[in-house]
């Protein structure tokens, strides 16, 4: 986890800890990989709670098979090689407590993030110089650093959620932004979001990322870089809106 150093916010009401938002993550790729396990998009998630210390996710559909999800829980080690939160993953069938699929599951993540979250951002990008980022482990840890005036350059890591400031009035992506998000994505994060002192962005994915969809992020960033113009930068956003499996949404 970072350190707070000379300069940076205190963590203030920052959780230590977001382990629901971690569940959520859990659910979204058990869903997926249980899917394809099938062959079949007839399955939900009825259930994502994180209840006396463990992850627990139930799947439901018009015939859940137990083996299936059972190997679609056993993949994920593999699939996100750094520690996860305890979990445990079973079919369910009769009444369900919920029917989410891939876009119900990071919507709830980012909700959960900004319940926690949306006002000490809000303070640190009106105060502070610099952009400052809070990252959401998958073992529900969080971590918190800052960066320069302009950009923030992370290590190549694993988590579920990303969150950084902007200390100017826009909360749209930058060229960075969008190469990063890329990445993060592509590692199995669920989210990014930007927190400016007047807005606030998400880019969230709403099926399983599709490689089409990586290098369109990649297009609009080189697009963002090559910008003369503020409207010639909202055309390159434009970019954004013909993703599949991502939205961009102002929250």
């Keep these: 986890m970072a350190r707070a150093e000379k300069g940076m916010p205190a963590r203030g009401s920052i959780p230590q800890q977001m382990p629901r938002i971690a569940c959520y993550g859990i659910a979204f790729h058990i869903l997926a990989n249980y899917r394809d396990e099938i062959g079949s998009d007839d399955a939900f998630v009825a259930r994502a709670d ?53 876009a119900e599951l990071s919507r709830k993540a980012v909700e959960e993030a900004l319940s926690a979250l949306r006002s000490v951002l809000v303070s640190i990008a009106l105060t502070v110089n610099y952009e400052y980022f809070i990252v959401v482990g998958w073992n529900g840890g969080v971590a918190t650093g800052y960066g320069r005036h302009d950009r923030i350059q ?25 190469l990063s998000v890329a990445d ?16 606030i962005s998400a880019l969230r994915l709403i099926r399983p990322l599709i490689e089409d969809d990586y290098w369109a992020l990649q297009e609009a960033a080189s697009c963002v870089a090559k910008a003369k113009s503020a409207e010639h930068y909202m055309d390159c956003l434009g970019m954004l809106q013909k993703l599949e499996s991502i939205v961009f949404e102002l929250i």
């Design 50 to 102: 994180y209840v006396n210390g463990k992850c627990r996710i139930e799947i439901g559909g018009t015939l859940c098979d137990g083996k299936a999800v059972e190997a679609a829980a056993g993949i994920l080690p593999r699939l996100i090689r750094v520690p996860l939160i305890p979990f445990e993953a079973k079919c369910v069938s009769g009444e369900y407590k919920a029917h989410m699929g891939f």
């Design 154 to 178: 992370l290590p190549h890591i694993q988590a579920v959620l990303f969150v950084h400031t902007h200390p100017i009035s826009i909360c749209y992506p930058s060229r960075n932004d969008l």
């Design 184 to 199: 993060f994505l592509a590692d199995g994060g669920l989210a990014a979001l930007i927190a400016s002192p007047h807005c």
